[in-house]
């Protein structure tokens, strides 16, 4: 970890100036400048996806696939595009290898309802980590209990970390199915996430990754980690609430059943019988949030805009001019120290509550998010009920950092357990 001298003073690299792309960080709260941290729960939209959401209402509304008229085609042809735009950014092999669904969540259950249920019996085992958010747990556990197939759960170590050791202890030739994250949304703990897929291929088992946290911060591509899904949302990645995206490899998805039935997912009905369309549609039933999807796509075009390489730049700098802030605060515990780690800083303020904090924080203009982060296995791991939490994205800089410090002084001041560094 870099320590600097004066820790309020960041390097250039803190900076992107992309603040003026996003409306809402121009409202004060409280009477003061919002600063927003909570970036891990949901990212700010700038107004390239604010404006192409009610473009789409304005000028292009209709629905998708079924009409003849030339609206519709138009919607449709929007729809599409957004699909191949999702397809490009994530370099999968083909279009429709992408399902849209409405988040990362819905993604998951989808795969444990399909895949899960078709593949799974009493005996088989599925392994995840102990970093993961309830949205893969949850639905894992509710397969077990259907299939009677067993959940297995590979441990961090004492910084965040899921160690190649641990992990591979728990392969076996029972193990059908590996769900894991990608990065940790309490911790920031980066996963060694191809290594894992290599390592849960070798013994034969299916990978599903969630990228919930991971497809805003760094470059993903679906070649590179091999594995066979991928789950991620849109509002975490600039675009809008209730769009998110499955990506299947081909293979896998031709083989599994649908999960909802109704209109768009089917090639025939009759009240005997019913067959069913090809992926992605089989699994799409009813309207889309077709206005999402576009949105979705000019959010992706708008962090590709910006640039990648840029964006992990800009964010690992804030990460280590942050952390080095924070560490320099007496009373302040780092919870999730990992030597590969994404922009999320967890931590507890000695004497004080995370809530409290939170609270105190949200005072002085500052929005974190305090509690177990739909983590409470990983929170049980460390001992804790929960954390403060302050998740980094493009728009956030140094002044942000600065005001976090200085609203935390603030906290401890007002608790009377202020000390000097
Ligand atoms: N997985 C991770 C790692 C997350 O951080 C989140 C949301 O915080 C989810 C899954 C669930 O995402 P959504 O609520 O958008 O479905």
Known sequence: MNTVADPLRAPVATRLPVADDFPILARPVHGRRLVYLDNGATTQKPTAVIEAEARFYRESNANIHRGVHWLSQHATELYDAARATVQRFIGAARADEIIFTRGTTEAINLVANTWGRKQLTAGDEILITTLEHHSNIVPWQMLCEQTGAVLKVAPVNEIGEVEL???????????RLVAITHISNALGTVNPVAEMVAHAHAVGAVVLVDGAQAVAHQA?????????????????????????????????????????GGGDMIRTVSFERSTYAEAPQRFEAGTPNIAGAVALGAAIDYVQALGMDRIVA??????????????AIPGLRMIGTAAHK???????????????LG??????????????????????RFGIPGTARASLAVYNDDTDIAALVTA???????????KKP
């Open 408 to 418: 935390i002084e603030k906290a401890q001041t007002l608790f009377g357990t202020r």
């Open 359 to 380: 609270t105190i924080l949200d005072s002085e203009g500052v929005a974190i998010r305090a509690g177990h982060h739909c983590a409470m296995p990983l929170m049980t």
């Open 220 to 260: 993903v591509d679906m070649q590179a980690l091999g594995c066979d899904f991928y789950a991620f949302s849109g509002h975490k990645l600039y675009g809008p609430t209730g769009i998110g995206v499955l990506y299947g490899r081909a293979e896998l998805l031709a083989d599994m059943p649908p999960w909802q």
């Open 314 to 327: 800009h964010e690992h700098a804030l990460l280590e001019h942050a952390t080095a802030a924070l560490s």
């Open 342 to 356: 994404a922009g999320i800083l967890s931590f507890m303020i000695e004497h004080i509550h995370p809530h409290d």
């Open 165 to 175: 050791d641990g992990f591979d202890a728990l392969l076996s030739p029972r193990t």
